[in-house]
């Protein structure tokens, strides 16, 4: 067993066997893929061959067939076949008289005429058999209702040709398109097969049809065509030529050419009915096809086929396959003979180079196993001058090193002896040292373990949160979640762990689409946290509304490790909120009312209809007045905040003009502009078109930002409007040379009832609405609305606007304006 695991382990065997592996078996898979390679390109031409060899059967049927077409119309249009329809034979009165006189009386006449029309009819049609021998076989003439009334042959006068008047009269073709072409079988022609093709003839005097000719072609022409090897041809294999099969078979299905040598076969085929693939496809679809499939009679041939789709005619060229297919077989017998004689042949070769190469290897072999035994003073004996010498001259250089190199170990042993013993004691003095370092170590054990509680608290305080916590991937699926998800959501933990966070199965997908992208945006591409209210959806189909901080966790590099979501479920809030909301538009608009009536009546006294006042008692009065519009104008800023917040207001757009807008509205708070000594700069893009927006809720946000920039500006200031249009926006910028808004609240700005500290001091007068009521209308009506301040200098505020302009919108009732 030795032996055999040896001589497998040989170099001889190795070499061998790689000679295999590298060799014969990728021979085998070129040879297997160029032979299939082979076989593609042989059938793709061999296709190729078989269309065009069908392509010129059908350039000799289409010959053939305007040859008879041509000879056809040549007939009709015989001023003789016209005569003869026209009952015409003499050429003017004069002969008409000669004939009377000949014969007497008109009948004489009548048959004088028809004999002379005959006999000139007979011989132009005799003249044209004997120019087309063998090839023009008889002639019809029929009058217009089918009756023949001459032809050839004599026993077919006074027959009538009733399927040639249905189908004449049944096409809508132009006389000089009309003609049928069909192949009749009738005893009269030995019952042989005809092409019989049928034209209408026309009156030479008025172009109307008068009658029909059919002219009987030999089919010998045709049968040639099918059965020859023209010149075209020649790409087919002369031996395979004579076994091609080429038929026609009509509408029927019926063979009426063929090029069969077998007349047995011939016959049986020209009386039964083809369905094959060929023929149903040319029937069907009026498709020609070409490629290897099954023949009428169950055969595996390679063919193509033409339809004639005029004529209802199918021209089919078959060659059995294996006939087609016998080079391709005679090919693959050789390759599959001469491969395994060349392969053994090479491997002969192999085994000798290779025994003639291992043998100075085995003799160096030999001669290490000798020296590996301890006998140093042998010497390998390989006399070869290549590679192997040289490897043989370095291995006895190599022995002779050993030799040396023993006798020099034994006295580096004894050296070493000492030294090891010294080495042992310091590795004494590494182990007390080592004593030391697991203290140390033993200490960051308990560092570690007490980090480790301490991350246990902090998974603790994450897990019994009561806010919802989801930690996501950089796309969103979901690492982990706390309890709260399942208090909130109704969702369990299990359910939603390595799915998208927020998706439609989920919780999510009741926002916009717009709402999602900015959000991705926000936490995804501009890598900031997102907060913002969010509506959800728990399991049962309640819907909620959450407070929602999404923050992206960044790597050194500043690249997105994972998301961090905290969402807090805030629907009580909102609920309370907005019952709180529609307490205060009923409030405002209780209050509303009364308020009306004071001012009323406080105009009325000031105007002196419930007598005179004097002066102390008209200021106080102008106070009072005064006093009732702030509250009154309070009220009103209630009523849309409220309206706002419930989403109950009117959006009615219409096209305006935004320039008179901004001019009306400034025009009213001209009073307060020159109280202020306010100078007022405008700058308006004069191009800009008409935008359908709400007349109304424009001049509330117009209203609110002039009037602010105004009562917010420094005396002698400068307010500053520019109105211009982009490539899809309106842009409005209102900018004061005010006191600003301190950095620290600028977050709440647009906040409801605040006012900034600096201008709560300097302007006691002031509901803390108006912005809030501008953002709420701008953002609710597909606008958006920011801001640029710095204390002491200035605000300016931006607002863009669709050109698109505002959606409609219905409600219940529009905002106020004051």
């Given at each position: 067993m030795k032996k055999i695991i040896s001589k497998l382990n040989s170099i001889s065997f190795t070499l061998i066997m790689h000679f295999i592996i590298v060799g014969f078996v990728p021979t085998i898979i070129i040879v297997f893929i160029g032979l299939n390679s082979a076989e593609k390109v042989f059938s793709q031409e061999l296709e190729k061959n078989f269309s065009q060899y069908v392509q010129s059967k059908e350039v000799q049927i289409n010959t053939f067939l305007g040859l008879t077409e041509s000879l056809s119309r040549d007939l009709a249009s015989s001023c003789f076949v016209a005569d003869k329809l026209s009952n015409k034979?003499?050429?003017?009165?004069?002969?008409?008289?000669?004939?009377?006189?000949?014969?007497?009386?008109?009948?004489?006449?009548?048959?004088?005429?028809?004999?002379?029309?005959?006999?000139?009819?007979?011989?132009?049609?005799?003249?044209?058999?004997?120019?087309?021998?063998?090839?023009?076989?008889?002639?019809?003439?029929?009058?217009?209702?089918?009756?023949?009334?001459?032809?050839?042959?004599?026993?077919?006068?006074?027959?009538?040709?009733?399927?040639?008047?249905?189908?004449?009269?049944?096409?809508?073709?132009?006389?000089?398109?009309?003609?049928?072409?069909?192949?009749?079988?009738?005893?009269?022609?030995?019952?042989?097969?005809?092409?019989?093709?049928?034209?209408?003839?026309?009156?030479?005097?008025?172009?109307?049809?008068?009658?029909?000719?059919?002219?009987?072609?030999?089919?010998?022409?045709?049968?040639?065509?099918?059965?020859?090897?023209?010149?075209?041809?020649?790409?087919?294999?002369?031996?395979?030529?004579?076994?091609?099969?080429?038929?026609?078979?009509?509408?029927?299905?019926?063979?009426?050419?063929?090029?069969?040598?077998?007349?047995?076969?011939?016959?049986?085929?020209?009386?039964?009915?083809?369905?094959?693939?060929?023929?149903?496809?040319?029937?069907?679809?009026?498709?020609?096809?070409?490629?290897?499939?099954e023949s009428y009679d169950k055969r595996e041939v390679i063919g193509a086929s033409i339809c004639f789709p005029n004529k209802g005619w199918t021209l089919i060229s078959e060659l059995d396959f294996a006939v087609a297919n016998s080079g391709m077989e005679f090919l693959e017998k050789l390759m599959f003979i001469s491969v395994p004689i060349i392969f053994v042949f090479l491997l002969i070769i192999v085994y000798v180079l290779t025994l003639r190469f291992s043998a100075p290897i085995k003799k160096l072999t030999e001669t290490a196993a000798l020296i590996s035994s301890g006998n140093f003073g042998v010497v390998a004996a390989v006399k070869e001058k290549n590679e192997i010498g040289e490897l043989a001259m370095a291995f006895n250089g190599m022995a002779e090193k050993l030799r040396k190199y023993y006798s020099y170990l034994e006295e580096e042993v004894k050296k070493r002896t000492s030294q090891?013993?010294?080495?042992?004691?310091?590795?004494?003095?590494?182990?007390?040292?080592?004593?030391?370092?697991?203290?140390?170590?033993?200490?960051?054990?308990?560092?570690?373990?007490?980090?480790?509680?301490?991350?246990?608290?902090?998974?603790?305080?994450?897990?019994?949160?009561?806010?919802?916590?989801?930690?996501?991937?950089?796309?969103?699926?979901?690492?982990?979640?706390?309890?709260?998800?399942?208090?909130?959501?109704?969702?369990?933990?299990?359910?939603?762990?390595?799915?998208?966070?927020?998706?439609?199965?989920?919780?999510?997908?009741?926002?916009?689409?717009?709402?999602?992208?900015?959000?991705?945006?926000?936490?995804?591409?501009?890598?900031?946290?997102?907060?913002?209210?969010?509506?959800?959806?728990?399991?049962?189909?309640?819907?909620?509304?959450?407070?929602?901080?999404?923050?992206?966790?960044?790597?050194?590099?500043?690249?997105?490790?994972f998301f961090v979501a905290i969402q807090r479920d805030i629907t009580l809030e909102k609920d309370i909120d907005r019952t709180k909301t529609e307490f205060v538009s009923l409030a405002s608009h209780q209050l509303r009312t009364p308020l009306t009536s004071i001012n009323w009546y406080l105009e009325m006294i000031l105007d002196g209809d419930a007598g005179k006042i004097n002066k102390k008692q008209e200021e106080y009065l102008r106070e009072a007045k005064d006093g009732s519009q702030r509250?009154?104008?309070?009220?009103?800023?209630?009523?849309?905040?409220?309206?706002?917040?419930?989403?109950?207001?009117?959006?009615?757009?219409?096209?305006?003009?935004?320039?008179?807008?901004?001019?009306?509205?400034?025009?009213?708070?001209?009073?307060?502009?020159?109280?202020?000594?306010?100078?007022?700069?405008?700058?308006?893009?004069?191009?800009?078109?008409?935008?359908?927006?709400?007349?109304?809720?424009?001049?509330?946000?117009?209203?609110?930002?002039?009037?602010?920039?105004?009562?917010?500006?420094?005396?002698?200031?400068?307010?500053?409007?520019?109105?211009?249009?982009?490539?899809?926006?309106?842009?409005?910028?209102?900018?004061?040379?005010?006191?600003?808004?301190?950095?620290?609240?600028?977050?709440?700005?647009?906040?409801?009832?605040?006012?900034?500290?600096?201008?709560?001091?300097?302007v006691t007068d002031g509901t803390g609405l108006g912005l809030y009521i501008v953002k709420s209308i701008i953002e609710q009506t597909g606008g958006e609305i920011w801001f640029e301040s710095k204390e002491n200098k200035g605000t300016r505020f931006f607002v863009t606007l669709p050109k698109s302009g505002m959606k409609e919108r219905s409600g219940v009732k529009a905002l106020d304006v004051k």
């Open positions: 034979g003499v050429d003017d009165i004069d002969d008409i008289n000669e004939s009377t006189e000949d014969v007497g009386g008109i009948e004489g006449i009548e048959n004088a005429i028809t004999k002379d029309v005959d006999q000139q009819l007979s011989e132009y049609i005799s003249s044209k058999k004997n120019i087309w021998k063998d090839f023009l076989s008889e002639v019809n003439i029929a009058d217009p209702s089918g009756k023949i009334v001459f032809s050839t042959l004599e026993d077919a006068i006074g027959q009538e040709d009733n399927d040639l008047v249905a189908y004449f009269n049944s096409t809508n073709k132009s006389i000089e398109d009309l003609i049928k072409t069909e192949i009749i079988e009738k005893k009269e022609f030995n019952n042989e097969k005809v092409v019989k093709v049928s034209i209408p003839v026309v009156s030479l005097d008025n172009d109307q049809r008068i009658g029909f000719i059919s002219a009987f072609y030999d089919m010998k022409l045709l049968e040639k065509y099918i059965s020859g090897l023209s010149k075209n041809e020649n790409n087919i294999n002369l031996n395979q030529s004579e076994s091609i099969e080429t038929y026609i078979v009509d509408s029927r299905g019926k063979i009426f050419v063929s090029s069969f040598g077998n007349v047995d076969k011939k016959n049986y085929f020209e009386k039964i009915s083809l369905n094959s693939y060929p023929v149903a496809e040319c029937i069907q679809k009026q498709k020609d096809i070409s490629g290897v499939y090891l013993s010294e080495k042992v004691e310091e590795t004494e003095n590494a182990k007390k040292a080592m004593m030391n370092i697991l203290e140390d170590v033993e200490e960051e054990k308990k560092k570690a373990e007490n980090l480790a509680k301490d991350l246990e608290k902090f998974m603790l305080a994450v897990e019994n949160s009561w806010e919802l916590i989801i930690i996501t991937d950089v796309d969103g699926v979901i690492l982990y979640a706390n309890r709260a998800l399942e208090r909130i959501t109704k969702f369990k933990i299990s359910e939603v762990l390595g799915k998208k966070a927020g998706n439609e199965k989920l919780w999510g997908g009741l926002e916009s689409k717009e709402f999602y992208e900015k959000l991705w945006k926000t936490i995804k591409i501009d890598k900031k946290p997102f907060i913002g209210e969010i509506r959800n959806k728990r399991k049962n189909g309640d819907n909620y509304i959450g407070l929602v901080n999404i923050s992206p966790i960044l790597d050194k590099e500043g690249n997105i490790m509250m009154a104008d309070l009220v009103t800023a209630l009523l849309n905040v409220s309206r706002l917040e419930l989403g109950t207001f009117v959006v009615e757009p219409e096209p305006t003009d935004i320039l008179e807008m901004s001019e009306s509205v400034l025009r009213e708070l001209r009073l307060q502009t020159k109280e202020r000594k306010i100078k007022v700069e405008t700058q308006y893009d004069k191009e800009l078109p008409e935008i359908k927006v709400d007349p109304k809720l424009m001049r509330i946000v117009f209203q609110n930002l002039f009037s602010n920039a105004i009562k917010y500006n420094s005396e002698k200031g400068k307010l500053e409007v520019i109105v211009k249009c982009d490539k899809n926006n309106i842009r409005i910028e209102v900018a004061d040379t005010g006191y600003g808004i301190p950095e620290h609240q600028k977050d709440k700005i647009f906040s409801k009832l605040f006012r900034a500290d600096n201008v709560r001091e300097a």
